[in-house]
């Protein structure tokens, strides 16, 4: 989910409270286009879209929430608590953001401990207190100090060594050392830092870990490296790990790093979607629809992609109004549109203004061609700015007030 920001609610502030501030008047006014012209004009001058919204309450519920998180972590002094965080949230790309800022407040505490101990003794004392408090967050740091540790100890011990149960163990170390090597790859691959990812993943994939050896798959999909690309998946697949299944699905769907191959393609598929890989129920619901790999059967097509959008993959929404309407069922194909976009789907929100504005489920609705084709604009569908503005002509100063308020309605998550 995605969420506005200061600077779009600050149009809105000025478009929508303007409007609703005039003086009721019955006459078409074709000026009343001023709120989406305002933001189109301030997208062109910023170059980005600064309509990045989610499409309802919950998204910028889990926003506050995500940021409320990561102030009580930093609120505190511990390390571990930052480190689990990362652990626990590495594949969530709607916390890429929150996850990039953990990672750095975590490697900044990390580098002030290592400075602080850079003054201390080099002695097993010091060693078995630095790896007893962060090892587990900082464990490249502790392996320098062991360094400087090993490196002062005499050639032959003066006199015996008593075993301590607290002093570092070698497995210990490359434990802690494995696990965030692997996080790190998980979390650049997350924020969409390929560079570093691409070195943070390799050392994890090449020692059989099927979640790094899946992002290898995908990195070196955009190095345009596609037998590569197939090596990484098959390697990925191997292990049962669903993404790396539905990757290496697609490598056969499309020919590329292997031979064509659209039965072998729906059978790695099923295989994800029994994961229950959204992604995965898409494709196996798109295969089934156009018959790739199969004979077509519009009735399992309508089972997976239903599964799909029910976990929330919009793209499954949007193949499911696509399927009713080719079937002549309008109502079905309205909900599953309605629904996309009131999850912020700027396609969906486009096509719900078309159908209202040619009057494809009934007679003409200039007031919900107006409301869709608004919502589309300002999550980012340039496509709707000759639609807002030719729909505006249709209604009275009163009824785009009213539609102003739905507007700002639908963008807190409000629908009505």
């Given at each position: 989910m995605r969420v506005l920001t200061a600077a779009f609610i600050f149009l809105l502030a000025l478009g929508l409270g303007g409007c609703s501030s005039q003086p009721e008047k019955e006459q078409k006014s074709p000026a009343s286009g001023t709120l989406l012209g305002k933001s189109g004009e301030y997208l062109t001058a910023q170059g980005r879209r600064m309509a990045d919204f989610a499409g309802s309450l919950a998204g910028s519920q889990d926003q506050k929430r995500f940021q409320e998180e990561v102030d009580a972590l930093f609120g505190q002094p511990l390390l571990d608590p930052l480190t689990r965080y990362l652990e626990e949230h590495s594949g969530d790309e709607a916390r890429a953001t929150y996850l990039a800022k953990v990672a750095s407040e975590r490697d900044s505490r990390c580098q002030a401990i290592a400075k602080r101990y850079a003054g201390e003794a080099a002695n097993p004392q010091n060693l078995q207190r630095m790896q007893r408090g962060y090892l587990y967050s900082c464990p490249g740091e502790v392996k320098t100090f062991a360094s400087r540790v090993d490196s002062t100890r005499p050639a032959v011990p003066v006199s015996p060594v008593v075993p301590d149960a607290e002093a570092p163990r070698?497995?210990?170390?490359?434990?802690?050392?494995?696990?965030?090597?692997?996080?790190?790859?998980?979390?650049?691959?997350?924020?969409?830092?390929?560079?570093?990812?691409?070195?943070?993943?390799?050392?994890?994939?090449?020692?059989?870990?099927?979640?790094?050896?899946?992002?290898?798959?995908?990195?070196?999909?955009?190095?345009?490296?596609?037998?590569?690309?197939?090596?990484?998946?098959?390697?990925?697949?191997?292990?049962?790990?669903?993404?790396?299944?539905?990757?290496?699905?697609?490598?056969?769907?499309?020919?590329?790093?292997?031979?064509?191959?659209?039965?072998?393609?729906?059978?790695?598929?099923?295989?994800?979607?029994?994961?229950?890989?959204?992604?995965?129920?898409?494709?196996?619901?798109?295969?089934?629809?156009?018959?790739?790999?199969?004979?077509?059967?519009?009735?399992?097509?309508?089972?997976?992609?239903?599964?799909?959008?029910?976990?929330?993959?919009?793209?499954?929404?949007?193949?499911?109004?696509?399927?009713?309407?080719?079937?002549?069922?309008?109502?079905?194909?309205?909900?599953?549109?309605?629904?996309?976009?009131?999850?912020?789907?700027?396609?969906?929100?486009?096509?719900?203004?078309?159908?209202?504005?040619?009057?494809?489920?009934?007679?003409?609705?200039?007031?919900?061609?107006?409301?869709?084709?608004?919502?589309?604009?300002?999550?980012?569908?340039?496509?709707?700015?000759?639609?807002?503005?030719?729909?505006?002509?249709?209604?009275?100063?009163?009824?785009?007030?009213?539609?102003?308020?739905?507007?700002?309605?639908?963008?807190?998550?409000?629908?009505?």
């Open positions: 070698p497995a210990a170390m490359a434990e802690s050392l494995s696990r965030k090597e692997a996080n790190n790859c998980y979390m650049l691959f997350t924020i969409k830092n390929y560079r570093q990812a691409l070195e943070a993943c390799r050392e994890p994939a090449q020692s059989g870990d099927a979640r790094a050896q899946h992002h290898m798959a995908s990195l070196a999909l955009i190095n345009r490296d596609s037998e590569a690309a197939a090596a990484w998946a098959t390697r990925s697949a191997n292990q049962q790990f669903a993404p790396g299944q539905l990757l290496l699905g697609n490598l056969y769907k499309e020919g590329q790093g292997v031979k064509k191959d659209n039965v072998q393609a729906l059978k790695l598929m099923q295989q994800a979607a029994d994961g229950g890989l959204p992604e995965a129920l898409y494709e196996l619901g798109m295969a089934h629809r156009q018959g790739t790999g199969a004979a077509a059967s519009p009735a399992r097509a309508v089972q997976y992609l239903t599964q799909a959008a029910n976990q929330g993959h919009i793209p499954a929404h949007l193949a499911l109004a696509s399927l009713f309407e080719t079937e002549n069922q309008p109502d079905k194909a309205l909900a599953w549109l309605v629904q996309a976009a009131r999850k912020g789907s700027a396609k969906a929100q486009f096509r719900l203004g078309d159908i209202y504005a040619k009057g494809r489920s009934g007679a003409a609705d200039n007031n919900e061609a107006y409301f869709w084709y608004s919502l589309a604009l300002l999550n980012g569908e340039n496509r709707a700015k000759p639609e807002v503005d030719r729909q505006a002509a249709f209604l009275t100063s009163a009824q785009l007030d009213a539609a102003h308020a739905r507007i700002q309605s639908g963008l807190n998550g409000q629908w009505r």
